[in-house]
């Protein structure tokens, strides 16, 4: 495959089918990833948020269904498996959250497995669903990307979503003063008045810094190791349309980074999952001082 057609074929990859207002003034799909540029902020990745809500909805139907006909007697496969999962969520927000929210256990249930989902997409061939929505569509050169997690839009949708609730169970808790108290009386203090003034201006530049990387780092850490991963899987599919030798070596190494890819995709649920209960804990945490 000569290089432009191997540049090419991963920029299609990577580029998100996205509506917004055309340089016409009409709003419409976007046809190069420079016209998708040209859209600004009020342009909206379809791919990423269709592909988010019908996994969203296969988690609840699932569940849903589990649920209805779960039985005291014998269990099936399908109960056994959710009531795993949820003994493994709740076990871990009982060791990591110390407030009293009934919201919690199933929040983080619900990041976990929703966020799963969509990280599990990146272990189908990343041609097969945009070929078939190409087919469907009838334009082979239809950008569609299957994995909402290596979108930062939607990485960052999650993170803020987090962060609004973390802000609002901090004011919630603490009090409008505490948690202003928080961001400017700590961690620099003084038990002289003029002093303590002074030291505001400091301690509100660290206090906010550091309130506003987490939802910047939870959103970060989970777009680029899928990112990443996809990446990688879009590199060893270029292999194959160079010859058998190199088809054989993508084979090969696709079936080996797609049994390492499952603990990534895995272990980035899992980390976005624990974070957000350790970011609503210290959001409960009253300040004592």
């Known amino acids: 495959m000569a290089a432009e057609n191997a540049s090419g074929y991963i920029q299609h990859h990577l ?58 007697g014998q269990p099936g496969g399908a109960q056994n498996f959710v009531e795993m999962m949820v003994e493994f969520v709740d076990g871990s927000v009982k060791d990591t959250f110390h407030g009293r929210n009934a919201l ?43 994995v909402p997690t290596t979108d930062p839009n939607a990485t960052l949708g999650l993170a803020l979503s987090v962060f609004a609730l973390l802000l609002f169970y901090s004011v919630k808790v603490k009090g409008l003063g505490g948690f202003l108290g928080e961001l400017t009386l700590h961690p620099f203090s003084s038990k002289n008045m003029a002093v303590q003034v002074l030291l505001i201006p400091i301690n509100f530049l660290l206090e906010f810094v550091t309130l506003i990387a987490k939802p910047v780092s939870l959103a970060l850490r989970l777009f680029g190791n899928l990112y ?33 890819h499952i603990l990534i995709i895995v272990l980035q649920a899992f980390i976005f999952m624990m974070l957000t209960v350790v970011y609503l804990s210290m959001a409960h945490e009253e300040n004592d001082h």
């Open 15 to 72: 580029s998100n089918l996205t509506y917004g207002r055309l340089p016409t003034g009409e709003w419409g799909f976007a046809h190069s990833a420079e016209q998708a540029k040209e859209m600004g902020f009020w342009a909206f990745h379809v791919d990423t948020l269709g592909v988010s809500v019908v996994l969203g909805l296969v988690f609840i139907l699932l569940f849903w269904a589990v649920a209805r006909k779960a039985t005291s």
């Open 104 to 146: 919690i256990a199933p929040l983080a249930l619900t990041i976990f497995v929703w966020v799963f989902l969509m990280n599990f997409m990146d272990l189908i061939p990343v041609y097969w669903l945009p070929m078939l929505a190409a087919n469907i569509v009838g334009n082979e050169h239809l950008f569609f990307r299957v």
């Open 228 to 260: 990443a991963g996809e990446l990688i899987f879009i590199l060893i599919a270029i292999m194959f349309a160079n010859g058998v030798v190199l088809g054989g070596l993508g084979i090969v190494l696709q079936w080996a980074w797609a049994v390492f």
